[in-house]
């Protein structure tokens, strides 16, 4: 097998793996707050196992530590978020949300990365919408407030990003993932006194061994494989592959969580318009470099 079939068939094993966090988000029994303090938790150990990662600590100046920081309690508030909208609703309302963070990242990123608007991808926004309206239209009112808060999970997601995009190759890529995770779980623990849920709650052997499968193999195991496959794959053909991690979530909560009875063919149809949407976002920018920030949030 070639370098280049390799890293695409670990790039798919990546996306799958991240399909199945909005799965094992509707199956852990723990609330959205205490679920991303575990995750985050979990993760920011792990690394700090790592002498590299402590190196580069060390290394790291005071003021790029306040800039990861910053990107830390983004991700942290993604994921509070992109939680709270599988709870409200359900996995496949939230993955689609999901899917829309490509064009915020189109808005955002001109002024947070301080590049050059380009109006093309506002034309990528507008085709979405029709899309978002659809799957609003599709799902019980009751989830409506879900939906809300996934695309607010979205643009979180998106200013993640592009503060990523900013800070690339400032840092060990390790060394990174640690101080944003690690600072996020303190935001967390600062920011559950105004949640009816504390962040610290011992979760029982059901919950433990999701979580476990949440941090290890939903979060820190692609990440690594992506670090490896990167280097044998464009920016392009990583991104297309990447744009379908709501299209397994959906197909894995069919039969996982039985969600099609609870949304309406409108739904399905809304799906396609925001996919359509959002995979010619990367043949705009298909000569760009891979970037790991992009992909790291899910």
Not at 3 to 18: F, G, M, Y
Not at 103 to 129: K, M, N, Q, T
Not at 260 to 274: D, P
Request: aromatic content about 10%.
């Amino acid at each position: 097998m070639t370098p280049t079939r390799k890293a695409h068939l670990q790039v798919h094993l990546c996306v799958i793996l991240w399909g199945f966090t909005a799965i094992l988000g509707k199956l852990i029994t723990l609330p959205a707050l205490p679920l991303v303090w575990w995750r985050m938790g979990l993760v920011s150990v792990a690394l700090l196992c790592l002498p590299r990662v402590w190196r580069g600590l060390r290394a790291m100046s005071g003021r790029l530590r306040l800039a990861y920081a910053g990107a830390g309690v983004t991700v942290a508030l993604h994921w509070l978020t992109f939680y709270g909208a599988v709870k409200m609703a359900n996995a496949s309302v939230a993955a689609t949300c999901l899917a829309t963070a490509p064009v915020f990242l189109a808005l955002v990123e001109p002024w947070i990365a301080r590049r050059r608007f380009d109006p093309r991808e506002l034309l990528i926004g507008v085709a979405v919408i029709p899309g978002v309206a659809l799957v609003a239209g599709g799902m019980p009112g009751s989830m409506r407030l879900g939906l809300a808060v996934g695309v607010l999970s979205a643009l979180l997601v998106a200013i993640f990003a592009a503060i990523n995009k900013r800070l690339a190759d400032r840092a060990d890529i390790f060394t990174a993932t640690c101080l944003e995770l690690g600072t996020g779980t303190l935001f967390l623990t600062m920011l559950a006194p105004f949640f009816a849920h504390p962040a610290f709650v011992l979760p029982d052997l059901h919950d433990t061994w999701l979580l476990l499968l949440l941090a290890f193999g939903c979060t820190l195991l692609p990440f690594a494989t992506l670090l490896a496959a990167l280097r044998h794959m464009s920016a392009f053909a990583t991104q297309m592959i990447t744009n379908l991690e709501p299209v397994y979530a959906i197909v894995f909560a069919i039969p996982l969580l039985g969600e099609q009875r609870e949304l309406a063919w409108t739904f399905y149809l809304g799906v396609a318009v925001i996919l359509g949407a959002v995979f010619v976002h990367p043949w705009l920018h298909r000569a760009e470099r891979a970037d790991v920030g992009d992909v790291i949030a899910p």
